[in-house]
Nanobody
Framework: QVQLVESGGGLVQAGGSLKLSCAAS????????MAWYRQAPGKSRELVAR???????NYADSLKGRFTISRDVAKNTVYLQMNSLKPEDTGVYYC????????WGQGTQVTVSS
C-alpha cells in the first residue's frame, strides 16, 4: 500500500504561481513513477506531468514551459511548480504513484481567478 497526501492548492490570480506537494508513504520502494493529474469541472482527468525513478520527466505538451515536476527523494515528496497560471488551469490536482497498482491522493483544489 502507498499513501499519497497532496498539499499546496489554493486560490491565485491569473499570472500567479503555486507549488503543489505530494508526500508518499508506505511501501514506496517499488514505485516506478509519480505524476500529477488534474480534473477540471465537467472534464476528464488528464496527465499534467510524470517523473520516473531515474529522474526523467514528461509533460502534457500544452503545459511545457509553465509547469515543472520535481522530487525530493529524501523526503519522498514530489512537487509541481506552476507558473503563469491561467483560469483554465483551475481544477482538482491529483498525485499519482505507479506501483504494482495505481495509487491516488485525495486531490487538492487549484482555482485561478481572472
Amino acid at each position: 500500500q502507498v499513501q499519497l497526501v497532496e498539499s499546496g492548492g489554493g486560490l491565485v490570480q491569473a499570472g500567479g504561481s503555486l507549488k503543489l506537494s505530494c508526500a508518499a508513504s508506505g511501501n514506496i520502494f517499488d514505485i516506478n513513477s509519480m505524476a500529477w493529474y488534474r480534473q477540471a469541472p465537467g472534464k476528464s482527468r488528464e496527465l499534467v506531468a510524470r517523473i520516473f525513478t531515474g529522474g526523467s520527466t514528461n509533460y502534457a505538451d500544452s503545459l511545457k514551459g509553465r509547469f515543472t515536476i520535481s522530487r525530493d527523494v529524501a523526503k519522498n515528496t514530489v512537487y509541481l511548480q506552476m507558473n503563469s497560471l491561467k483560469p483554465e488551469d483551475t481544477g482538482v490536482y491529483y498525485c499519482n504513484a505507479v506501483h504494482i497498482l495505481n495509487y491516488w491522493g485525495q486531490g487538492t483544489q487549484v482555482t485561478v481567478s481572472s
